[in-house]
Nanobody
């Protein structure tokens, strides 16, 4: 059984930075792929960044402003977001799979955190 808990959301001015955390608990060694999604009001959820062991992937040209990482000693994944824009506002979700690698579509991720709100103004 694996649980994900996000934190670090809040309000930030455009151009600012925010670091989101995703604390993994339970069978932490079972995690295969961890991904961040986000959902803006009135829009579909979209992928942000993925980490597969220590390989990282970014969606939609976010590389350069966003950085995904993880600290195996604390079982925590991070999403560092820089030069934030109002379009980056939304609820950010940490999700995971325990086998089979990574996928683009959210339907392949059975483990979800509760989400954390980021508002950029």
């Amino acid at each position: 059984h694996v649980q994900l808990v996000e934190s670090g959301g809040g309000s930030v001015q455009a151009g600012g930075s925010r670091r989101l955390s995703c604390k993994v608990s339970g069978l932490t060694d079972a995690i295969d792929c961890l991904k961040w999604f986000r959902q803006a009001p009135g829009k579909e959820r979209e992928g942000v960044a993925t980490i597969y062991f220590h390989r990282v992937f970014y969606d939609d040209n976010l590389e350069g402003r966003f950085t995904i990482s993880k600290d195996d000693s604390t079982n925590t994944a991070y999403l560092q977001m820089n030069n934030l824009r109002p379009a980056d506002s939304g609820i950010y979700y940490c999700v995971a799979r325990t086998e089979g690698g990574c996928y683009t579509n959210e339907i392949h991720y059975p483990i979800w955190g509760q989400g954390t709100q980021v508002t950029v103004s």
